[in-house]
């Protein structure tokens, strides 16, 4: 039963985070909108722990992948991602990847993956500041704190999506 109710929570964790993303703070000269994907993956992984919070993370970033995989898109996000849509669901990724489009097409790729880890370690930080049995906080150094514990997982999505940024700036700069 426990198996259940921590899958039902990655679930819900994800359908949060899908619902997160539709918050959007459109940057000048920035083509990634400021979303609420990671606030909420970190707060999964501290309520939900780092496991389900991990899992929840994966799932929607799975979830995204999909969505950017396959026809049904609307025209105004397909020629904002590079036509990506106009293939079909069973070769879209595969045929992307060996064209080496996919930072193109997904620039947003490396935040979205960089949840998976920011739930995590969020997670951790908390579970290790409280005790799980009596809900009281027991480690009252600031590296444990849950503001910490977030910050920290914040990093993780910010680290991991200019990374993305980089690695494909710099992909783009060798192949034209």
Request: with cysteine.
């Amino acid at each position: 039963m426990v198996l259940v109710a921590d899958f039902a929570s990655a679930v819900i964790l994800s359908v949060l985070i899908r619902i997160g993303g539709s918050f959007r703070l459109n940057l000048p000269q920035s083509s990634i909108p400021v979303t609420l994907h990671s606030l909420l993956a970190s707060w999964g992984g501290m309520v939900l722990g780092p496991n389900i919070g991990a899992a929840g993370a994966f799932l929607h970033a799975s979830l995204w992948i999909w969505d950017n995989c396959c026809d049904g898109g609307d025209k105004a996000r397909d020629s904002a991602v590079g036509g990506f849509r106009d293939r079909n669901c069973s070769g879209g990724l595969t045929d992307v990847i060996r064209e080496r489009r996919l930072g193109q097409s997904m620039p947003s790729f490396g935040y979205v993956a960089g949840m998976v880890p920011c739930a995590y370690v969020a997670g951790t930080f908390v579970d290790i500041g409280y005790a799980r049995k009596g809900e009281t906080y027991k480690n009252p150094s600031v590296v444990f704190h849950p503001v910490t514990a977030a910050a920290l997982g914040q990093l993780t999505v910010l680290l991991s999506g200019v990374s993305w940024l980089i690695l494909v700036g710099t992909h783009r700069k060798t192949n034209n």
